[in-house]
């Protein structure tokens, strides 16, 4: 397979650049919120959010579901060898992160090209796609925020990579995890993510889940020794998720990744990747997972999206929920920002939406609503009393013997002498309505 030799040829013909035109506009292919340079809580909207395109979605998605073949036949499909398409699909890429002022993208390995079966061409048919790749950020100055391999997608990945019974499999997983790392660093990416799409067990009857999960810890921990090795300098990144395509995943969510992290001595180089469809498939809010892990330390980067609550899968729908935006703008603005990551869309077009002029429509909409949840957070913290309120609410820990129970001077007997002699307590209303109309006033 020779070096890539691409024309000029024009994608998104008829759509210009992307840009801020204010909350009057009319303009379906404009900015009405978000401004790259506006300057938000001591930042720029671009560097709070370092907005990515999810590469796999974006062009490798094609509309199919179990039920239907593909619906999305875009330009960069039509070729039939491998290197013609992947050299289109990253043309195509590149004109409309460029035309969308994405600063980032994110991709998996065989996103970039087809793989085969063969260990050595993989690495080879990368390595061309990765020169390419590195020639079209140069010119455009857009970059990579985290690269991966796909772990989950290829047969033998049945039972899992890192995990698989079949050591012969691991290897293979290892194989494609370091061609990947290698990307990553020659495309000067800022992290890399774990995601352990079939990291788990269909069932215990075959499983033995202790070694399987400290293989997982061996794995990440050799994986990390080389990219360190290699001079790479970012985060790693682990994306919680409960289940689908297994039935049990050993990353469920925020508080077990943050328990494997310690018990296996791996929160010094890594921290979470967080998706808003994987926490309501954990039966949990994404604003619960995010706290987990802010709590923790770990609040490393996250995947945009939104699930369906009609449907009990991963159907990776583009934000749409203010509110739901607004509470989590004020989670991470509370945390001081994502540590080393930021908003990567893991999301996908419906398969009705079938021009290539939607793909837009989709990131603008999306991009937009995270801009109006910046300043609304923002003023919420500035311009309210929100954070009295809730601060006010813990004010008994905060003097007397409830600073003492803090500081751990009292005994459980100390405590049951207090409650004999003050009484019951006064009942104090948490106020949620309250909040909930609060941030209601603001977005």
């Known amino acids: 397979m020779a070096s890539i030799v691409t024309g000029n040829r024009e994608f998104f013909k008829g759509i210009g650049q992307v840009s801020y035109e204010g909350p009057q506009s009319d303009n379906p292919l404009a900015f009405r919120?978000?401004?790259?340079?506006?300057?938000?809580?001591?930042k720029t909207m671009k560097q709070h959010f370092k907005f990515a395109c999810a590469y796999w979605h974006t062009f490798n998605g094609n509309g199919s579901d179990p039920f239907g073949a593909a619906t999305h036949i875009f330009p960069w499909?039509?070729?039939r060898d491998a290197e013609g398409r992947a050299a289109d699909k990253?043309?195509?890429?590149?004109?409309?992160?460029?035309?969308?002022?994405?600063?980032y993208y994110c991709f998996h390995d065989v996103d970039l090209i087809d793989f085969t079966d063969n260990v050595a061409e993989n690495e080879k048919r990368l390595k061309i796609m990765v020169d390419y790749a590195r020639q079209k950020q140069d010119t455009s100055g857009i970059r990579l925020l985290w690269g991966t391999a796909n772990l989950f997608s290829h047969r033998r990945y049945m039972n899992g990579a890192a995990t698989n019974p079949d050591f012969s499999v691991l290897t293979h997983a290892a194989a494609q995890v370091k061609a990947a790392i290698d990307a990553t660093i020659e495309l000067g990416g800022e992290n890399y993510v774990f995601w352990g799409g079939r990291e788990g067990y269909m069932s215990l009857l075959n499983t033995n889940m202790k070694r399987e999960q400290e293989h997982l810890a061996r794995?990440?921990?050799?994986?990390?020794?080389?990219?360190?090795?290699?001079?790479?300098?970012?985060?790693?990144?682990?994306?919680?998720?409960?289940?689908?395509?297994?039935?049990h995943q050993y990353d469920y969510d925020a508080a077990t990744v943050v328990d494997f992290l310690?018990?296996?001595?791996?929160?010094?180089?890594f921290k979470l990747n967080l998706e808003v469809n994987h926490a309501t498939l954990a039966g949990h809010t994404f604003q619960h997972e995010l706290q987990v892990a802010a709590d923790n330390g770990l609040l490393g980067s996250i995947d945009a999206n939104r699930g369906d609550m009609q449907n009990g899968w991963d159907t990776d729908q583009f934000p749409n929920n203010l509110n739901e935006l607004t509470e989590i703008m004020l989670i991470i603005l509370e945390a001081g920002g994502l540590q080393g990551g930021g908003v990567n869309f893991d999301a996908k077009i419906r398969r009705n939406s079938t021009d290539p002029a939607d793909l837009f429509y989709a990131h603008i909409g999306a991009m937009d609503l995270f801009a109006r949840a910046l300043i609304a957070?923002?003023?919420i913290?500035?311009?309210?009393?929100?954070?009295?309120?809730?601060?006010?609410?813990?004010?008994?820990?905060?003097?007397?013997?409830?600073?003492?129970?803090?500081?751990?001077?009292?005994?459980?007997?100390?405590?049951?002498?207090?409650?004999?002699q003050n009484g019951e307590p006064q009942a104090i209303s948490g106020r949620q309505e309250y909040l909930e109309n609060l941030i209601n006033r603001f977005v």
């Not at 990253?90 to 600063?103: G, V």
């Not at 794995?219 to 039935?247: N, S, V, W």
């Not at 013997?401 to 409650?419: S, Y």
Request: with cysteine.
């Open 33 to 42: 919120w978000y401004e790259p340079e506006r300057v938000v809580a001591d």
């Open 77 to 79: 499909d039509e070729k």
């Open 90 to 103: 990253m043309d195509a890429a590149f004109e409309f992160m460029t035309k969308m002022q994405l600063p």
């Open 219 to 247: 794995f990440l921990h050799m994986a990390k020794d080389y990219a360190r090795k290699q001079g790479f300098t970012g985060t790693f990144f682990i994306e919680p998720k409960p289940c689908e395509p297994t039935k």
């Open 262 to 269: 310690r018990n296996y001595d791996l929160t010094g180089d």
């Open 377 to 379: 957070a923002d003023r």
């Open 381 to 420: 913290l500035n311009e309210s009393e929100f954070l009295k309120i809730r601060s006010e609410r813990y004010a008994s820990f905060d003097s007397g013997k409830g600073a003492e129970f803090e500081a751990g001077r009292l005994t459980l007997e100390d405590l049951r002498d207090l409650a004999a």
